[in-house]
């Protein structure tokens, strides 16, 4: 569930962390590359849009927002119903 305006849940901060560590990370194996000679600051830019998309990766907004519309009396209606096997 997303947090509401000026408020934080402990998520929030594990998704800062995440993003925290994770630019850095990145920020060192790219300059562990041989011969990979561009600015620092395209390097950290790089790092920094890697750790997003690997934090997006391991977050889960859709049941997030269903929990949101079904809280808030709704219905959640599935377009992908899973099949049978």
């Given at each position: 569930m997303k947090?509401?305006?000026?408020?934080l849940k402990s998520a929030d901060f594990w998704k800062g962390f995440i993003m925290a560590v994770g630019t850095p990370a990145?920020?060192?194996v790219q300059e562990m590359i041989p011969g990979w000679d561009i600015?620092?600051?395209?390097k950290l830019s790089l790092s920094a849009a890697v750790s997003y998309?690997?934090?997006n990766f391991f977050t889960d907004d859709v049941k997030a927002a269903e929990k949101t519309i079904e809280k808030a009396g709704g219905t959640v209606i599935d377009n992908n119903p899973k099949?049978?096997?």
């Open positions: 947090s509401g305006l000026f408020k990145l920020y060192m600015p620092a600051i395209a998309l690997i934090k099949t049978q096997s």
